[in-house]
Structures are given as structure tokens and as C-alpha cells.
Nanobody
Framework: VQLQASGGGSVQAGGSLRLSCVVS????????MGWFRQAPGKEREFVAR????????GYADSVKDRFTIIRDNRKNTVYLQMNNLKPEDTAVYYC???????????????WGRGTQVTVSS
């Protein structure tokens, strides 16, 4: 399974960005897709997850009501729509895949390269 994330950039607080993650290779409808982020000097943290075939979605409390995770099964792509961005959202964002319905980075065995999101105040 290969994951390719894109869509990062620099925005001012209150702005929006949409990240994309294209999944290729040996794909499975049982995989759960997740977004994680890692800020400098901090551990990687869970942001959002979604199942491919079951409407199961989860968000970190810090992004609820601001971020939306969306999947497009036809395009094998998962999106993270980020609205009302805050400086504390600044981090490298990673997409990941797991056969488990989990919020833990350790349960995700496939990772894409990160994409930088920078939010200025």
C-alpha cells in the first residue's frame, strides 16, 4: 500500500486548507484511513480517521467541528478539509492506513510522506 499526501501550505489563522491522500497498490476495502500530525518537539498525534466501507468516523477533540475527513472510494482518495485553522494546527500532516479501527499511530502500518501545514496568527 502506497500513500501520497498533498495539499499543505501556509495560511493565516481562520483560513482553510484541504489535504489529499491518494492510496495505491494493494488496497483493501477493510482498511481504515487516518490523518495524524506532528509539530516540532511534539509526538505524533491523531487527527481523524474514516473507514472505507463503513460509515465510521472519528476526530480528535482539538479539531472537532473544524476539520472534516472525507473519502472518495472511486478515486481511492481521502481528504481532510480543515477550516478555521489556528496557529496550533501548525504541523506536518501524515495520512496512514490500518486494518484496525484505531486512533493510535502504532496501529497504522502504512504511512505517506508528510505535508507541511503552517498557520500564522
Amino acid at each position: 500500500v502506497q500513500l501520497q499526501a498533498s495539499g499543505g501550505g501556509s495560511v493565516q489563522a481562520g483560513g482553510s486548507l484541504r489535504l489529499s491522500c491518494v492510496v495505491s497498490g494493494r488496497t483493501s476495502n477493510n482498511y481504515n484511513m487516518g490523518w495524524f500530525r506532528q509539530a516540532p518537539g511534539k509526538e505524533r498525534e491523531f487527527v481523524a480517521r474514516i473507514a472505507w466501507t463503513v460509515d465510521s468516523i472519528g476526530y480528535a477533540d482539538s479539531v472537532k467541528d473544524r476539520f472534516t475527513i472525507i473519502r472518495d472510494n472511486r478515486k481511492n482518495t481521502v481528504y481532510l478539509q480543515m477550516n478555521n485553522l489556528k496557529p496550533e494546527d501548525t504541523a506536518v500532516y501524515y495520512c496512514a492506513a490500518s486494518p484496525l479501527r484505531s486512533n493510535s499511530a502504532g496501529d497504522f502500518g502504512f504511512w505517506g510522506r508528510g505535508t507541511q501545514v503552517t498557520v500564522s496568527s
